[in-house]
């Protein structure tokens, strides 16, 4: 059987090891995505113009109050999402450059639409 000598712990490395996890942890909170309530009814959407925060990711939670479905678009977010009557839907937004990207409600494309505005 071979017996190894103990080895003494660095707290320096210790210390660092600490610092960095603390520091990890706290760049994971500051990039928490902002969440944004935008309502459906009568197909128009409310608030129809979004501001976000240019190179951050935000959260979109659209709830559909109208007595059909609507499909949420927009080739500029790169997204489609269909609601469902009386549901709601999350959408995902990558951190946006500074810009205006209109969205539409693909089945009611004269009276929903939108702009998510990124600054």
Request: glycine share 8%.
């Given at each position: 059987?071979?017996?190894?000598?103990?080895?003494?712990?660095?707290?320096?490395?210790?210390?660092?090891?600490?610092?960095?996890?603390?520091?990890?942890?706290?760049?994971?909170?500051?990039?928490?995505?902002?969440?944004?309530?935008?309502?459906?009814?009568?197909?128009?959407?409310?608030?129809?113009?979004?501001?976000?925060?240019?190179?951050?990711?935000?959260?979109?939670?659209?709830?559909?109050?109208?007595?059909?479905?609507?499909?949420?678009?927009?080739?500029?977010?790169?997204?489609?999402?269909?609601?469902?009557?009386?549901?709601?839907?999350?959408?995902?937004?990558?951190?946006l450059s500074p810009g205006r990207y209109p969205f539409v409600g693909?089945?009611?494309?004269?009276?929903?639409?939108?702009?998510?505005v990124a600054e």
């Amino acid at each position: 059987m071979t017996v190894y000598p103990a080895r003494r712990s660095n707290p320096g490395l210790l210390v660092l090891l600490m610092i960095g996890a603390c520091l990890a942890g706290a760049s994971a909170a500051a990039e928490e995505p902002n969440k944004i309530n935008i309502e459906l009814k009568d197909h128009r959407f409310d608030p129809a113009e979004i501001h976000v925060q240019a190179g951050k990711p935000t959260i979109l939670v659209v709830t559909n109050h109208d007595s059909t479905a609507e499909e949420f678009e927009s080739s500029a977010l790169k997204v489609e999402k269909i609601i469902a009557a009386g549901h709601y839907a999350t959408i995902k937004l990558r951190p946006l450059s500074p810009g205006r990207y209109p969205f539409v409600g693909e089945f009611n494309p004269g009276t929903a639409k939108g702009t998510v505005v990124a600054e």
